[in-house]
């Protein structure tokens, strides 16, 4: 019986690890799964539209990656795999990808003040990356969209009189709070953070920085990032790549912070990411923000804003519904890009039906 025991105990020990699947050039397919739960998720996620009116649901591209392999892909024309699509404030996150690998770099500090390194914030000298990162600057910034266009920062950085220079228009602004007191989602503290990292990498650097750091080890070729007049990222907007590439940086994300091998995002830095802001008050916006990543978590006794999916689920988020979910729990990365303009898309519902199809239990 010992012998058996022991022999049957080599056999295992001499088993190969489970394979560890990584994107070469392109990703690797994983099992195809239909039925019901497939048809039910495409129901909701492609349902008919009429595009006259831009009401209801429009899904341009919907892609679940588990186990490092794609197992489900649905484009909607004109988007297709190789449409680099505008990710909107996904674009936050990216650049929070970025900064990672400068601070594993040593370039900075997260309670480095941010005037440091854009002295424009001279006039505001408590503010850390840190606090940029919680979108908790305390700078006086309304992120209103085409809904009230006459109230909004973020419209008049982007398209009026803050466009040429858009770090130097968000540091003109005053004060609401003191900095690190309070969240206020802020398109300008991501376009400053942007700009900080303008001086950490230096001029020579940083306008092949993102590629360089980021894109190029994670095998991204669609990446375009526009840049304001003075050649600062636009953090806050305006970071263009397939879905198929955006689900590299989600895959990092999910695998903390490495790739292959190599360690590309310090684990601490990841841990930083996804740590609730100590000072967000439950009900102030539809999920919990970390360090420029939003989480699915529960704070204040409220339920956590994705009733359906894993505690351990996070996101980058974008307008009109750009997102890249990430639930490490049941190993998926889930790109959704579209153009919704009303208020029918759901976060939950998409999260719920994606579970329900390609979770880990329901594997053939």
């Known amino acids: ?18 394979a560890e699947h990584w994107p070469a050039e392109q990703w690797a397919q994983g099992p195809a799964i239909s039925g019901p739960a497939v048809q039910a998720l495409e129901a909701y996620a492609f349902p008919p539209r009429d595009d006259a009116s831009r009401q209801g649901i429009r899904t341009d591209a919907l892609l679940v990656i588990r186990d490092g392999q794609v197992i489900y892909e649905h484009y909607a024309a004109p988007t297709t795999a190789d449409t680099p699509h505008l990710t909107w404030s996904v674009s936050k996150s990216v650049m929070a990808a970025v900064l990672g690998v400068a601070y594993g770099e040593g370039l900075f500090k997260l309670e480095d003040p941010a005037a440091r390194f854009y002295p424009p914030l ?19 910034w309304q992120e209103d969209y085409e809904y009230a266009p006459l ?27 003191a900095p690190g007191s309070s969240f206020r989602y802020s398109s300008g503290d991501s376009t400053l953070l942007a700009a900080t990292l303008k001086a950490m990498v230096g001029p020579q650097r ?13 095998g ?31 895959l990092l994300m999910q695998r903390n912070g490495r790739w292959g091998e190599r360690q590309l995002l310090p684990q601490d830095w990841v841990a930083f990411n996804l740590q609730p802001f ?61 153009d919704d303009r009303d208020a029918s898309y759901q976060h939950n519902e998409l999260l719920k039906r994606v579970l329900t199809a390609f979770a880990s239990q329901v594997q053939p």
């Open 151 to 177: 109230n909004s920062s973020v419209v008049a950085m982007l398209y009026t009189r803050g466009h040429a220079d858009m770090a130097a228009f968000i540091a003109g602004h005053g004060a609401f709070s």
């Open 1 to 18: 019986m010992f012998k058996r025991l022991s022999l049957l105990l080599i056999c295992l020990l001499s088993l190969p690890a489970l």
């Open 206 to 218: 940083y306008p092949d920085y993102p590629w360089r750091a980021l894109f190029e080890p994670l």
């Open 220 to 250: 991204i070729r669609s990446a375009t990032w526009e840049t304001d007049a003075t050649g600062t990222f636009v953090a806050s907007s305006y970071a263009y790549m397939t879905a198929r590439d955006l689900a590299r940086i989600g």
């Open 122 to 140: 001279q006039g505001h000298p408590a503010i850390t990356q840190a606090d940029l990162l919680h979108w908790a600057s305390g700078l006086d």
């Open 278 to 338: 100590s000072h967000y008050r439950a009900g102030q916006d539809g999920a919990v923000p970390g360090g420029h990543w939003w989480l699915n978590r529960a704070v204040d006794g409220a339920e956590k804003p994705w009733a359906d999916a894993p505690d351990d689920s996070f996101a980058a988020l974008g307008h009109w519904g750009q997102a890249l979910y990430v639930v490490p729990s049941e190993n998926l990365v889930i790109v959704r890009y579209g």
